[in-house]
Structures are given as C-alpha cells and as structure tokens.
C-alpha cells in the first residue's frame, strides 16, 4: 500500500529508542575497562548491538513497500480489562467468584455464547480450587467471606 | 559399569510415587496440549512454571519434560484426523497423515506414529545417556572462553533457523540478553535499570515474562478462534493394527528418522520442527516411488514421528550437560530449575545425580507410558479433538492468573502479566518472534558471568576468544551461520525485488 515499510520502521525505531534509552542509563552505571568491567559495560555493549541491529530492520524498511500491521484491538482490549479485572477484585471477592466473572469478562471476545461462558466459568473455578488449592496447597482466599 | 549403576538410582528416583505421579501428570497433560491445536507445549511448560513454585525440583523437571516429550506423541492425532497439526513439528504429518484417514486408515496412521515416536524417543534417551557423561567430561576443560562461545554460537544458531527474518530474530536475543541485566549485578551488588521502582530491583521475573508472552500474548491472539471438528469414524483398537507390509515399511524410516532427530535436536537452533520436516525430505529421496508422498504414504508419517521425539529428547543434551538450550522451550524448563537454585550445566550432573539420572530413568518410563496412553486409550484423545476450541482460551487465561498470583502472592504481578502480554502482542504484530528473547534471557547472566570471568583471565585482552582453539572453531562456525543468514536475506529481498519488477 505505502512505497515504505511501516510495521518494520516500527519495528526497528522502537528497538533503536529503547536500546538507547538502555545505552544512557548503562554509561550512568560505569563502564570500567574491559580488564575490569563495571555494571554498565554489559549493558552497554547490548544497547549498542540493540540499536545498530533496530537501525538494520528500520532503515531497509524506508526503500521498500511491507507487509500491513494487523491488530485485533477488540481482543487485545477485552483480555486486557479481564486480566485488569482479575487482579483488583481477587482480594476483595475471593477466588471462585473473581474467577467466575473474569469468564465472563473474556468470554465477549470470544465465539462463547453467555451461558457456554458462565459454564466455563464454573467448571474452571472449581477445577482451580480442586488443583490449585486442594492439589497444590496453595493459600488463596476462595470467597468474598473469607476475610 | 558406572552408568549402570547411575541409571539404576534414576531408576529408583524416578519410580518414588510423589515423582511418578508428576511423570504421569506430565505424559497425560503433554498428550493433551498434543492433541489440541491452538496450544503447543512451550504455552503449556509457562503456565505450569508458577506451579513448579510450590513442588520439589525433580517432580518439576520430571513433569515439564513430560509435557514436552508427551506433547510430540499427541501432535500427530489432529494432524492425521483433522489436518491441522496439534504441535508445529507434527504439521509435516498432515501431509501424508489425512491422506491415509481419508482413505480409512486413520487407525493405522495413529498405530505407525505412536510407534515411530517410541523408537525415536528410546533413541533420544540412548544418546542422552551415552553422550552426556562424555559431553561432561570433555566441557572439564573448557574455560570461560568456550562457554562464551558457545553461548554466542547457540544464540546465533538458533536466529538462523527462526522463521522469519533472522535480524529481527537477533535483535529478540539481544533485547533478551538485555533485559535479563536488569536487577541487581551480582558482581557489584547495583541495582540496574530499577528506575526507582522497588519491585524492579530483583530484576524481571522469567516465570511472568514466560507466562505473559507464550501465555496471555497468546491468548490474546487467540481468543476469537472457533474451530469445531466433527470426526467422521471411530477409531476402534482393531482398526489400528497395521498390516505386516506396513510395519516393515515402517521400520527403516523409523531408523532414518530417529537418527535424524537426535543429530537435529542435541544442535541448538534445531529442534522437533526441523527435523520432522528434514525427515520428510529425506524420505522422498530415499523413496523408490516417491509419487506417493502426499497421497497416504507410511514413510511420510513414520518418520517425521521418529524424528520429532528423538529430537524432543535429544534437546535435553546440552541442556542439561552445558546448560546451553537449544530452543525457547528448553529455555524455559532451565529456567524452572534455576528457580529451584540449580544451575544447569557440568557440574549439575555431579551435584545433583539423582535430580539428573532420575530425570532420564523418567523419560523411559515416561514413554512406555506414552505408548499407553495413545493406542489403546486413543479414543479419549479422539472424542477430545470435538471439542470446541472457544472454551480452550479463557480456560487457559484462568489458569494464568490464578499461577500468576500464586509466585508472589503478588496483585502487582497479575498487573505486570497484562503489560507483558500487551507487549508480547505488539511484537507478535510488528513481525517478531518471541522465542529468541527468552532463551537470550534465560542466557543472559550466564554469558555476562563468564566473558567478565574470561576478561579477568586474559587481563583484559579480547583476543583470547581467537587464541584458544575450541573457541575460534565455534565463534569461525557461529560467523558463518551469520553470514548465511544475511545471504539468505539479501537473496530473498533481490527476488522479491526482481518479481515486482518483472
């Protein structure tokens, strides 16, 4: 579609803002000599490679035409709220419920119809409380009641 | 004599009910991910990790290893029944797979791989256990120079067969070596790269960063899928015997295959995938008739079975005697027993024998197991593949977040995981592939430790790594992959070049 390579110049700008982020920070730490390394050198010599290595994918990518960037946003999202979801109510609701409605939550972006998911949702918080608290021993508060 | 006694403790480790019993849960569940296409082993051996927190350090191997091994015996059924592969090495066995289902021999199909992966997963543990004490003996007199090398070699190596583009596949690796500096130096005793944030000081955690990428990245990719199977036969234990001329049509690929996987799977880079695909070259040049590849023929299956297994098994050879992984996955169960505070490596055969022979007495019940599990109780794994793939993934997102919580006890983490995950997904649509991030990771403080070590030596001069005669073979072989690989790439983009031209 573009006569550039969009998802690469991405692709290696980011590389090349993070490997120098990780440069700067590293010259902060001390270098050293080779003899005698300090806490940055590693680093550094990462962040380097980093940059020169997001400069070959970034600057190709400027002379030819690429592949489009395809992202499901919708998915991405909901399982992102889901996982959100999940990690500030699991204190304060317990574990089944919490994992109930997490279900519920991911099933929107999935092919399951409300039922299938609060199906789901049941058989999974009951075989996570058989493996993972019977199974496993593992001490997680399992109700909103449990406080 | 020796190793006869040395395999009789593994013996005896390893049929100790609590380890069996991970054996066995590992076999079952790694058949299961087998099975299921959408979920391979490497998602699989992630979420188990926060798991392995809360057993004992040779049950988790035992386990994870099953899983992966177990996982190569399982793949063949979607590929043979449905023609979408359970696992990715198991995508060659479509090709002659469905072919024979379609034409009724499903049952013999699923008999032939179940076989196949038998005897490449004996020969696997054969090679395991005759080559890693010499594999030991000689690493004695490697120095920090050769570890570096070889560290840098198994990195590189492993870009080079990635699929797609081997730079971006470099660049993972050292974005992986990276951030595996972030956390306290250990030399030092400074914090790296904490930007003021406590939590980051102990470093980021392999386990969140395993479970976030090959767990939520997935799933997120995932999530929508709806693949409903239907199966048109049954497969009852009769239909799965084959006939005598399809068993000794069998056997000679089964050897080719086995040999094959094990040379493929002890080289870092290489693993299950590429020898199944390797095999299935190398029975079309061998075949008399090799019209009849892609139409149902046995050696099409046989083979690529054979080979994926061994090469399963045979990975675990510099795992476990160099501490080199050969893949991500294996990346991934070292970073289990680093977890436990065991390092990989020489010495781990010598400080932990019964964690080690214990782990390989495992893989040879593991696959009389295996063997159990998909012929005569093949129905279950069967009727399985009817079940729709839109309950699998928040299944799964449940099971990440309750072992997600379960490392640390920790909410933040569960947070952390969703970062992870979005990032994983924004280098899954910029075209990278996260595989070689995790094994540059799980490397990362190894390959510090040792070319601080190796400069400490040399006094700082650089041209040790040239000097010494082992290291200069591997850096002089790592420099020709590179320049095969950039090859590679020039010659594909001149191509495509002359193809829009034209």
């Known amino acids: ?147 | 004599m020796e190793l006869l006694g040395n395999l009789l403790m593994g013996l005896g480790t390893s049929l100790q009910p609590a380890v069996l019993m991970y054996c066995v849960i590992g076999v079952v569940l790694g058949t299961f991910i087998g099975v299921l296409p959408g979920i391979g082993p490497l998602a699989a051996i992630s979420l188990l990790l926060p798991i392995t927190f809360h057993i004992d350090p040779t049950s988790a191997i035992v386990m994870l290893a099953g899983v992966y091994y177990g996982s190569e015996y399982g793949g063949s059924t979607a590929s043979i029944l449905l023609n979408i592969p359970g696992t990715t090495a198991n995508a060659v066995t479509c090709l002659d797979g469905y072919p024979m289902a379609q034409k009724g021999r499903a049952g013999v199909a699923l008999f032939i791989t179940t076989i196949g992966s038998l005897g490449g997963g004996i020969a696997g543990v054969l090679a395991l256990i005759f080559a890693a004490p010499l594999i030991v003996a000689v690493s004695m007199s490697f120095g920090a120079a050769e570890y570096v090398a070889l560290m840098v070699f198994g990195l590189v190596a492993s870009t080079a067969v990635a699929t797609g583009s081997p730079v971006k596949a470099l660049a993972m690796v050292v974005l992986g070596l990276l951030l595996s500096t972030w956390g306290i130096d250990l030399n030092t005793g400074i914090s790296r790269f904490d930007f003021g944030v406590v939590k980051l000081m102990d470093g980021l955690n392999i386990v969140m960063i395993a479970m976030g990428i090959f767990g939520v990245t997935e799933i997120m990719k995932n999530i929508s899928s709806d693949r409903h199977s239907t199966l048109r036969e049954r497969i009852t234990f009769r239909s799965m015997l084959p006939t005598r001329q399809e068993l000794r049509q069998s056997g000679k690929p089964i050897a080719r295959g086995s040999i094959i996987g094990v040379i493929l799977g002890a080289l870092p880079g290489t693993g299950p995938s590429i020898a199944s695909y390797v095999s299935y070259a190398v029975e079309r040049k061998v075949a008399k008739d090799p019209s009849r590849f892609g139409k149902g023929a046995i050696e099409g299956i046989a083979s690529p079975e054979a080979s994926n297994n061994a090469a399963a098994q045979a990975a675990f050879i510099p795992t476990l005697t160099l501490g080199i992984p050969g893949s991500a996955t294996m990346a991934v169960m070292m970073g289990a027993l680093i977890i436990h505070g065991i390092q990989p490596g020489p010495t781990m055969m010598v400080e932990q024998p019964s964690l080690f022979w214990g782990l390989i007495a495992s893989f040879f019940i593991g696959n009389i197991l295996l063997v159990i599990l998909n012929i005569p109780m093949i129905g279950i794994w069967v009727s399985m593949l009817t079940v729709p793939s839109k309950y699998l993934f928040p299944a799964i997102l449940a099971i990440v977040l309750i072992g997600g919580y379960g490392v640390h006890y920790s909410t933040f983490d569960i947070f952390l995981l969703a970062i992870i995950g979005v990032i994983g997904y924004g280098m899954y649509a910029l075209g990278f592939e996260p595989a070689p991030l995790l094994l540059g990771f799980v490397l990362g403080p190894l390959l510090e430790q040792n070319f601080r070590r190796a400069m400490l030596l040399s006094r700082g001069d650089l041209t040790v790594f040239i000097e010494r005669p082992l290291s200069l073979a591997l850096l002089i072989i790592t420099a020709g992959i590179l320049m095969l690989s950039v090859w590679g790439v020039i010659r594909g983009r001149r191509r495509a070049r002359d193809a829009l031209v034209s």
């Open chain 1, 1 to 147: 579609m573009y006569r550039i390579d969009v998802r690469d110049i991405i692709g290696g700008g980011a590389l090349i803002a993070f490997g120098a982020l990780c440069a700067f920070v590293s010259a902060g730490y001390g270098l050293g000599t080779v003899r005698n390394m300090g806490p940055g050198f590693f680093p550094m010599v990462l962040s380097v490679l980093l940059v020169a290595l997001g400069l070959a994918i970034a600057v190709p990518a400027l002379m030819r035409s690429g592949t489009s960037i395809e992202v499901q946003w919708r998915n991405v999202l909901i399982v992102t709220a889901a996982i959100v979801f999940f990690g500030s109510t699991l204190t304060t609701l317990g574990a089944l419920l919490t994992v109930f409605l997490t279900i519920l939550i991911v099933s929107f972006a999935s092919a399951l119809t409300l039922r299938q998911a609060a199906m789901t949702g049941i058989a999974m918080a009951a075989g996570i409380w058989l493996v993972f608290i019977l199974g496993l021993g593992m001490t997680i508060p399992l109700t909103p009641w449990s406080y």
